[in-house]
């Protein structure tokens, strides 16, 4: 997990909630990823930033939104629009987004479940 | 523990055997492989890595082989440990645009060690 932290490790959303999950690094890194994890498929991409007060979308970002205010921390909020919540989340960082060789370091990622 | 194993290929080897996880990847732009380690319900940890210039990179016991004709990745572990039982996947890294290379996971192999 190394130097990145998620929290809660479980999290449960009522209907038309929105919930905000936590991600902080202490790795001094520039870049900061969301994914989410399905049983059977790749993690996919849902939002990234390479520096503060910037963020990209990536492949899956309906429903979701994100903030990067401080270097070392990138909330993700999963909005009521997100229909199937339920996956794990994954937060990464790297030193640098753009490249070749910055390798994603993950956290030990959140369980979110739709009650 | 979380179920991020499910619907995966599996391997089952015996304790002190040599294992081999193989990964096919997509791009052929792609110049930056990773392989993780997913343990049930922790976030994926680094492995090891090897540029696309390179065809084979050791660690301790693990070794990777990467064939660009016919884009393919493979992860070695010599002397299998339980602790090793794990989901292992690969990643590689290919240019997106706006400076930013891309990451794209695979779906990931469940180790099973015997003891």
């Known amino acids: 997990d190394g130097g990145i932290t998620q929290s809660p490790k479980y999290l449960f959303r009522k209907e038309g909630q929105n919930v905000t999950l936590s991600c902080e690094q202490n790795?001094?890194?520039?870049?900061m990823y969301w994914y989410r994890q399905d049983p059977g498929q790749g993690l996919r991409l849902i939002y990234y930033?390479?520096?503060?007060?910037?963020?990209q979308k990536g492949d899956i970002a309906e429903g979701y939104s994100v903030s990067r205010e401080k270097k070392e921390s990138f909330p993700l909020t999963v909005t009521s629009a997100q229909k199937n919540p339920t996956a794990f989340y994954l937060c990464?960082?790297?030193?640098?987004?753009?490249?070749?060789?910055?390798?994603?370091?993950f956290g030990p990622g959140t369980r979110l479940l739709v009650l | 523990g979380e179920s991020v194993g499910l619907h995966l290929p599996t391997l089952s080897v015996q304790e002190g055997d040599n294992s081999i996880i193989n990964c096919a990847y997509s791009?052929?732009?792609?110049?930056?492989f990773i392989w993780y380690k997913q343990e049930s319900g922790k976030g994926p940890q680094f492995i090891i890595d090897?540029?696309?210039n390179m065809d084979k990179r050791q660690g301790q016991r693990v070794t990777v082989l990467l064939n660009k004709t016919v884009k393919h990745l493979s992860l070695q572990i010599a002397a299998t440990q339980p602790g090793d039982s794990a989901v292992y996947f690969c990643?590689?890294?290919?240019?997106w645009g706006g400076g930013y290379q891309k990451v794209t996971f695979g779906t990931g192999t469940k180790l099973q060690v015997i003891p």
């Open positions: 090897i540029r696309s």
């Open positions: 930033s390479q520096i503060v007060n910037d963020f």
């Open positions: 990464a960082s790297s030193t640098r987004g753009a490249g070749r060789q910055e390798t994603q370091y």
């Open positions: 791009n052929s732009a792609s110049d930056y």
């Open positions: 790795l001094n890194h520039d870049a």
């Open positions: 990643a590689e890294k290919s240019p």
